[in-house]
């Protein structure tokens, strides 16, 4: 039996890879909606429908990686060469959230919007060394499965 914090990570992102892709889908209907109270949004739906949706299918390629990643924790084994191949995605992945993000600095510029690109630019930063630092290990896992 796989403990309390196993379970729900894998079911936290199983929900947030759902939920996601159906936040994705609805972005147009949720910023028509708040258009309603807000004028910016209003009058930029198809710039932040474009935006927004390219965006939330990097973010649910991201935790569909973590969800192939996290199948490896499960059987415990984690050095596995998938798993730097998903970490190399998800930080491409990172930067092209980032770089999107900085297409809304043309229409307004907010902190939270700075915020978001420094996120994750250094997140995208993170994976791509953390998949180095993932290869290094089972290549000495595989020279000392060698040697036995």
Do not use: Q, W
Request: charged fraction near 15%; aromatic fraction near 16%.
């Amino acid at each position: 039996m796989k403990d309390k914090l196993t379970v729900f990570t894998k079911g936290l992102l199983d929900f947030m890879f759902f939920a996601g892709i159906i936040t994705t889908v609805s972005v147009p209907f949720i910023i028509r909606f708040y258009g309603r109270y807000n004028t910016y949004f209003a009058n930029n739906i198809l710039e932040l429908s474009l935006i927004f949706i390219a965006s939330g299918i990097f973010a649910v390629l991201i935790i569909y990686e973590l969800r192939n990643m996290f199948k490896s924790v499960l059987h415990d084994d984690c050095f596995i060469m998938d798993n730097v191949y998903s970490l190399r995605k998800m930080g491409t992945y990172s930067f092209f959230i980032a770089a999107i993000t900085c297409c809304r600095l043309f229409l307004y510029l907010t902190p939270a919007v700075l915020v978001v690109i420094l996120v994750f630019v250094i997140a995208g930063l993170f994976s791509k060394v953390l998949s180095r630092v993932f290869e290094k290990a089972i290549n000495y896992k595989l020279e000392n499965d060698l040697t036995i």
